[in-house]
């Protein structure tokens, strides 16, 4: 098969689809591999790294889409990229289509095979979306504590306190892979962190792992009400594969924060879960205020550590990426309930149930819409 990595586009996403060590898995499986030319600069690597593991690089954007049968991405394409789908096309990103309609409407239109790395599933797990998870994770907890910093338009206080002084108060909303991770480096910065989850299995977890370092609250609208009051920075880490965000904090939940406290929705890829985040922020502009709270935003946060994230990325897509490109995309789709439960739309039809609900299509198996029979009989 013929494989294209394109330049990414977006606000500084700096991160790409494929590194040299992962050429070398496709092209010694027997394929092709055409990257875009400076493609991997970001992440640094080469034009040569790539040539060298036996990569074709080529000029354009254009041609990269236009001559390959799969696109490897990282970020959903945006509105400039549309014109490239078509037909015959697989497409392997993440994608995040229930905060993207108008990317959902030009998928369907043009017949693209679209497969959404956040929604392939391994039992209850989502491999490809947990390594961005902890990287995000992780850096919430950082750049929550760089925003509360005064010259950055916090209220100006050291998470850790210091001895006579108390510690700053962290709320982590969702105790999955962002939130786990959040938490311990908040823990690690010094913070009182709580975090809510709807599952008491998960916060029971939570709890083996981190003692009495972490406070746990099971998720309801009281108990987000009274830890967003306290709280110094507030991180939104809720996911419902597939699905828009639920908008579990308030307006007036942000309005009884104090002036200066901080934001991060890592969730706002897929919407965000606080009602006052109402736009997506760039690594050039990332936050704003609003009711005196600073509000981070940024839908691709590990596009700005990307020698660390492109690699965690390619560990786990390049193995997916090898088996549709060894079986063709059908096969591997059929035959790995995995990849299946990545396809989000196929043949004109949103195959991902959440997604078709939140954005008003028909809901379409990927059996079904794989095999146009089906949906005629
Ligand atoms: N902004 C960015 O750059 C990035 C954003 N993300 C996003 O972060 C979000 C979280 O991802 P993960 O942690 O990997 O998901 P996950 O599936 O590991 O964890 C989500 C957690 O939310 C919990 N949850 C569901 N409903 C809840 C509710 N009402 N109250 C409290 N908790 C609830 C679930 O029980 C689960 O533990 C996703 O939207 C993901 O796409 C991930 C990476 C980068
Ligand atoms: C998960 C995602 O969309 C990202 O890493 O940018």
């Known amino acids: 098969m013929r494989i294209g990595i394109p330049k990414e586009i977006k606000n500084n996403e700096n991160r790409v689809a494929i590194t ?33 593991a036996g990569a074709v690089i080529v000029e354009d954007a254009a041609s990269v889409w236009s001559s390959t049968e799969m696109i ?21 990103t993440y994608l995040h289509l229930a905060a993207e309609p108008a990317l959902a409407q030009a998928l369907k239109e043009s ?41 950055n338009g916090g209220k100006g206080i050291l998470l850790s306190g210091v001895p006579g002084v108390k510690r700053g108060k962290v709320a982590v909303v969702g105790g999955g892979m962002v939130g786990t991770n959040a938490a311990k480096i908040a823990i690690g910065l010094g913070a009182d962190v709580t975090i809510l ?28 009400a009274e830890a967003v009051k306290e709280a110094d920075l507030v991180i939104g880490a809720v996911l419902i594969p597939g699905a828009k965000a639920p908008k579990l904090v308030t307006e007036e939940m942000v309005k009884s924060m104090s002036p200066g406290s901080v934001i991060v929705d890592v969730a706002i890829d897929q919407g965000g879960i606080f009602e006052t985040v109402d736009h997506i922020t760039t690594h050039d502009n990332p936050t704003y205020v609003k009711h005196g709270v600073v509000h981070y935003a940024v839908a691709n946060m590990p596009g700005a550590v990307p020698q660390t994230s ?55 198996s990927v059996e079904n819409a794989l095999n146009p029979n089906n949906i005629n009989a």
């Open 197 to 224: 989850d709807l599952s008491p299995d998960r916060l029971r977890q939570l709890d083996d792992i981190f003692g009495n370092e972490l406070t746990t609250l099971i998720s309801n609208p009281y108990n987000i």
């Open 20 to 52: 040299p060590a992962g050429v070398v898995a496709l092209v010694n499986a027997g394929h092709e591999v055409l990257i875009e030319m400076n493609a991997g600069l970001g992440s640094s690597f080469t034009n040569e790294s790539y040539q060298e």
């Open 72 to 92: 490897m991405k990282v970020k959903e394409p945006i509105s400039s990229e549309y014109k490239y789908f078509r037909k015959d096309l697989i497409l392997f």
């Open 111 to 151: 017949g693209v095979l679209a497969i959404a790395y956040e929604t392939v599933a391994v039992n209850r797990t989502l491999p490809l979306l947990t390594p961005m998870s902890e990287v995000a994770g992780r850096m919430a907890a950082q750049i929550g504590a760089q925003f509360l910093e005064k010259n």
């Open 310 to 364: 492109t690699v965690a990325l390619t560990n786990v897509t390049v193995p997916f990426a090898l088996q549709i490109a060894n079986k063709g995309a059908i096969k591997a789709i059929l035959e790995n309930d995995a990849l299946a439960k990545g396809v989000n739309v196929a043949n004109g039809e949103i195959t991902f149930e959440a997604v078709a609900s939140d954005l008003g299509y028909n809901y379409v």
